[in-house]
């Protein structure tokens, strides 16, 4: 099951909103900072932070979560009708903004929302995951192959770019492919655009 994961250094917030999202069947765990959250091992599902925090605001956490590559969508909260914060906010990736005291259904709603789309978040994640251990599974030579198929070239041309014979890229190319599980060039490309390889 999915975690709301929400963190506030006020226990009443914290207690008031992990009180609303179990109401409506939701899995909560409760932080009272981010060095906490931070600390803790990771769940599946979305966070709710508090942005005006000691220490470490919800805007630094949405900082540090981005850096990580953390997929989980971050619903930030506020008391303060900030809208140049709200703005800050949505630029730096988060998934919601909003301002406390909030509409119980909304928030609700939107936790639902973050939730859903943490699901296809996490799996383009693990897949990228996947690609790149595939990717670096490849010696030097069927990498230096793959980025030079990618650009079109025949295993003729590649033989003469990387001195070795045609026979030789064939081999290369075979294990290329099956390590890449592609099933055609077309799919190599795609793989290499997911790994920002040209």
């Known amino acids: 099951m999915k975690t709301v994961s929400v963190i506030d250094d006020e ?7 992990s009180m609303l999202l179990e109401t409506h069947g939701l899995a909560v765990r409760c932080y009272e900072g981010a060095e906490q959250f931070l600390a803790a091992e990771f769940e599946p599902g979305c966070i709710v932070s508090d942005v005006r925090m000691p220490e470490v605001s919800g805007l630094d956490l ?16 506020t008391g303060h009708g900030d809208v140049e914060l709200a703005v800050q906010a949505i ?25 859903v789309a943490s699901e296809s978040s996490l799996k383009e994640r693990l897949e ?21 198929l990618i650009r079109g070239l025949s295993n003729k041309e590649i033989g003469q770019e990387l001195g070795i014979s045609p026979r030789t890229v064939e ?13 055609s060039i077309a799919d190599l490309v795609r793989m290499s655009m997911a790994l920002g390889i040209e």
């Open 11 to 17: 226990a009443s917030v914290r207690d008031a909103v």
């Open 171 to 183: 081999i290369h190319r075979t294990w290329v492919m099956t390590k890449m599980n592609a099933r």
């Open 128 to 148: 990228r995951e996947d690609l790149r251990s595939r990717y670096e599974s490849l010696s030097e030579r069927q990498r230096d192959t793959m980025r030079l």
């Open 91 to 115: 630029k730096l990736g988060a998934f919601d903004f909003v301002e406390k005291p909030f509409n119980n259904d909304r928030f609700v709603a939107s936790v639902r929302n973050a939730l």
């Open 62 to 77: 949405l900082r540090t979560l981005q850096t990580q590559g953390d997929p989980r969508p971050v619903l930030l909260l």
